[in-house]
């Protein structure tokens, strides 16, 4: 008998507690910065694309949603030519942007993503880039990494000695 | 005889006399190795397959040894999972690593790189290494190989194939210690013609494909087809790969009796005329023979061709030793046996012919590349096989090495001891005797090199046969050093234990096929094997030369009325087998003229209905290498548009025409059915292949990779609704990435991969040894069926010795490795690498003649005349002039011809 009157009276004083529920579309909720809702590419802090069109996200893709050409400018940057994903087969898991080695691909708090027409899911790659450097602003692969596209020369990146001079025979 | 030796507490049988790390790949144990290859041996550089070893079975502890430097002994004892080598090889791997740089998602290799593999092997997963990186500049090397030199690991693969097993001289290492660098004096096009060998090679990412760069897919994404190079008569195996509907690149497929691991330049690169702008996409129609041609609806066509071909009181048909045997067969039922012509010329009709019934001759074996290896001297009759058959050249590298091995044997140096056998064998090689008109690059590997004009190398064949056996027709006033040459040919090839003769048909002369058959049938005699091998044209002359058929030229010379109404060309230039005017006189009486092509040429211009067909990237077929080897290949993609096979477009000519035979041909192995059942020489194929509805655990083979990717958005832009996947109906092959797990019949590989080995490493574990067969038999089987009779009947020489006359020379044809082959040459890649037209000539001839080297100079021939860049050779003898044949632009020339030369500025 007092367990129900108790049960009765902690109910009642939900009333006066702050509301969970909020007025969605007029009211957005908050989202943590690591939801995972839609996809978008990035760009590094040079304002170039950060995306390499290493495929290693297509692989991670469980749904097989994601698409992409690799190209290369005339430096030899390589970049993707085409990047498509296929909104309405994926399942925002995230596992594209955990295998993402440049930080280029990322999952962002917006999930409204509701169209009439299912062909509309359907983002290219003009449709997946965006301006700024999302949730890593530091980041720029091609800084770091051995090869020479036009954005450091051979042997300025990160943690590199000068290139060799392969005719020494100093130690 | 087998010894028992025990790999952590389990005890194999295995063949003794091998190294300890090939036992274990071939058992299906994961040992990490880096310098170790197959085909190369083991140098012990790298110390990446350390084992324990124990001296007996009381020893507890062991010491680390190198697994490929250790022979098979019995009673060997090592452990493979023993915690000390397991620590030894993840700090051999993290040193290496140390300056290996963060470059995996813009590496070509990602995905199929031997080091990636590695390092997940040992267990080194995380780089502890926080300090700077050594780095390097890198080369240009060409238009096939990229460089990228920081990401090397000194394991000197690239420089023992290069140098050491293909004989390259341009590639080298440079610098010490952790300076080293692989690569070229200083940049410019790599020479080998092996050089895309080192991006299988290579087990990280220094050299990569750079046509593959262009349209840059990883190997997981590929659909992988199991196709035949097509580009010489050897018929080595490829792995051809596609993604969004084209060609991406092409690897090497094992196959230990033909191409081994390797594969050269122009079949692995010549594949890019298959995405060419030239593709003919849709069928044309010319109304008159003046008019411009328009493209046709289906409709347009089927009327079109029914009207051609069921309105004509004779159909002629113009195979090709480009396309595959089926097709062949399908025109051939379509004009008729009488009307089928082979669509190559009088000339290389008879040689083939020639060459098929001699390597089918009782007394001769026609060796694979593999037996060519394994030669212990071989003449070489006027062919200049780096160009002509880049495989074989490199087969007869190799046995060169044999006497060699053989020395070092004598002292106890097993032969997978590579830098050892290489050390103690110094210079000694096994004879190889080069007779060609002018040098060749094989002449740096060669005992003994003659250089005369063919007449002249065909005289002292047959002087050779003589000396080697009293039976054969000697041949008389040969001059004292011909006689002497002779004379040391023959005691090298009657000295040796598997002596060859290899020959080949370019050179246009039928007494020097002649004279190699008489040496071989000698040699039998003389109670060796008498290997003959023979080069022929093209990838499929062989097949065509077993089919009943004449050369055109019969067809062209008939008299207007009675040549034919309808002429059916099927995949054939017609304009590089013969004179212009002849083929224009040809295509002008026909009233229409069918062309069944998937590139533009002359003869496809002059078409009055063009129909769109397949490249081998398109289609399926069998070809018959110069072995007499039938291989099948498969279709890589469905084609787009109209584009269908050459066999389905000419059966569907035959129920145009009338012939409903072809009806029941719904699928290729119908056609392949009743090929075999209509032509003799072909009988064996059928049953011989893996037919459409083979299944394994009622599985197809799947052509994908099970970590295919974007399966539900590669063509999500057209429709959201994912298509379903193309049906093959004509392989036991499927366009998917489901499908039977279980390793598939060798002909039918896919993709080389296994648990830990996703590089082309992967291959070993395909093979019963590594180097060895294909697990199940190697791909393809031996068409030659050799005769019953025993008699031996030798030929006589034709023509007289060669005699120079003045002002005249003999030109000769030079065979370009890039150029010369019609298909590859269409490809931007190769066709960076194809020269401009050249004459070879004597240093004095030259003066003679007043020409300067390296300057432009008019060649008359008898029907022609051209601009040439001279080249001189003083190797080639006066009188006779090499002139590259073939190349893109050059009229066709009926070579050996004689020709005069002078200055084009006067």
Known sequence: MFSILRSLWYTFLHAFHKRETILYPEEKPYLPPRYRGRIILSRDPDGEERCVACYLCAAACPVDCISLQATEDKDGRRYPETFRINFSRCIFCGLCEEACPTYAIQLIPDFELSEYNRQNMVYEKEHLLISGTGKYPEYNFYRNAGVDMGVKGKGEGGNEHPPVDIKSIMP | MMVKIQIDGTYYDVKPGKNLLETCLALGIDVPHFCYHGAMGSVGACRLCAVKKFRDPCDQKGRIIMSC?????????????????KMFRAAILESLMINHPHDCPVCDEGGECHLQDMLVMTGHNYRRFDFKKRTHFN????????????????????????????????????????????????????ESEFSGNLVEVCPTGVFTDKTLKEHYTRKWDLSNTPSVCVHCSIGCNTIAGERYGKLRRIMSRYNGAVNGYFLCDRGRFGYQFVNVENRIGEAQIRTSKNSNPVEAT?????????????????????????????ANFALQKLVGKENFFAGVSRTEHTLAKTAIDILQHEAIHSPSLKEIEKADAILILGEDLTNTAPMAALAVRQAARNKGIEVAGNSGIPPWNDYAVRLKAQDVKSPIIMANPFSAKLDEIAEKTYRAAYSDIARVGFAVAALINDGAPGVKGLSKEQLSMAQHIANALKEAKNPMVITGTHGGS?????????????????????????????CNSMGLGMMDGKPFEDLAGLPADSTCDTLVILENDLYRRADQSLIDDLLERCKNVIVLDHLITGTTLKSDILLPVGTFAESEGTLVNNEGRAQRFYRVFPAEGTVIESWRQLKELMIFSGNHESASWENFDHVAQAMSDSIPAFAKIKGHMPGADFRILNEKIKRQTMRFSGRTAMN????????????????PLAFSMEGANETPPSSLVTNYWTPGWNSNNAMNFYLDEPNGSMKGGDPGFRLLETAATKHILFFAPVTGAFTPEAGEWEIVPAYQIFGSEELSSQGPAVAERIPEPFIIMNRRDAEEAGVKEHEMIDLTLTRSSLQVKLKIDDNIPAGVAGLSTGLPGMPFLKLPESGRVKNSKK
């Open chain 2, 69 to 85: 430097m250790e022979p098979v002994n019995e009673g060997l004892i090592v452990s493979v999972n023993d915690p000390d080598a």
């Open chain 2, 139 to 190: 080369q240009y090397l060409g238009p096939f190989i990229s460089h990228e030199m920081n990401r090397c690991i000194q394991c000197y693969r690239c420089v023992r194939f290069y140098d050491d097993y293909t004989g390259g001289k341009d590639l080298a290492v440079f610098g010490s210690h952790d300076h080293l660098y692989f690569g070229r004096g200083e940049d410019g096009i790599l």
């Open chain 2, 298 to 326: 289906p409709d347009m066509i089927a009327s079109a061709c029914a009207e051609a071909l069921s309105g004509s009181k004779k159909i002629a048909g113009i195979g090709s030793p480009r396309a595959s045997l089926e």
């Open chain 2, 510 to 538: 039928e007494d020097m096929v002649h004279a190699a058959a008489n040496i071989a049938m000698a040699l039998f005699l003389h109670g060796k094997e008498g290997a003959l091998s023979i080069v022929f044209p093209e």
């Open chain 2, 716 to 731: 999500a832009q057209f429709s959201v609704s994912e298509p379903k996947s193309p049906v093959d109906p004509d392989s």
